[in-house]
């Protein structure tokens, strides 16, 4: 899968790119730094997130955040319309082929375990939304743009709601 730049440089919004840190990045970082780091981008709420976010409200397009009753705890949440979107940082949910997936070259083998455990949840969480009757939309960080993020607007409009949230 390739990684687009597609990004408008017109964009008020924050190319997400920026946010991303290649694996030579890390590798330079001491153990300590590198770690609490990588604990701040896997947060909630990162710039991708946040892009992601403004863009849908902008759209008129409201949800809830972070919903921890739901399996894995997806991003956001469109209730009435039974729709959850999760933006996956392409590093921790191990986004295949992708370069921002790369691992580090140092303790290699334990980010290829973490990454892969990260992988098995966020598909077992993914069938068990569907299994309960949830359309589950995943955009990966290398893959928000202004194509992407208008497809996600308007599969989220077209399927209409009984009441609003
Ligand atoms: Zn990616």
Redesign the pocket.
Do not use: F, K, V, Y
């Given at each position: 899968?390739l990684?687009r730049r597609s990004w408008p440089s017109t964009s008020p919004l924050i190319w997400p790119g920026r946010w991303s840190i290649s694996g030579s990045a890390v590798d330079r970082l001491t153990p300590t730094r590198r770690s609490e780091l990588m604990s701040r981008i896997r947060g909630k709420n990162t710039i991708p997130e946040i892009v992601v976010r403004r863009f849908l409200h902008a759209k008129g397009l409201r949800y809830r955040l972070h919903d921890k009753r739901l399996p894995g705890t997806p991003d956001l949440v469109f209730a009435s319309r039974k729709i959850v979107v999760f933006v996956?940082g392409?590093f921790w949910h191990g986004?295949e082929?992708?370069?921002?997936?790369a691992l580090p070259s140092t303790r290699t083998e334990f980010w290829a375990d973490k990454i892969s455990a990260n992988v098995k949840r966020d598909l077992r969480a993914e069938e068990a939304l569907k299994r309960t009757g949830w359309q589950v939309f995943i955009l990966?960080?290398?893959?928000i743009n202004m194509k992407t993020l208008g497809d996600l607007a308007t599969n989220v409009s077209m399927r209409s709601h009984g009441k609003a949230d």
């Open positions: 899968m990684c996956h392409c986004h082929g992708c370069r921002r997936a990966w960080q290398c893959e």
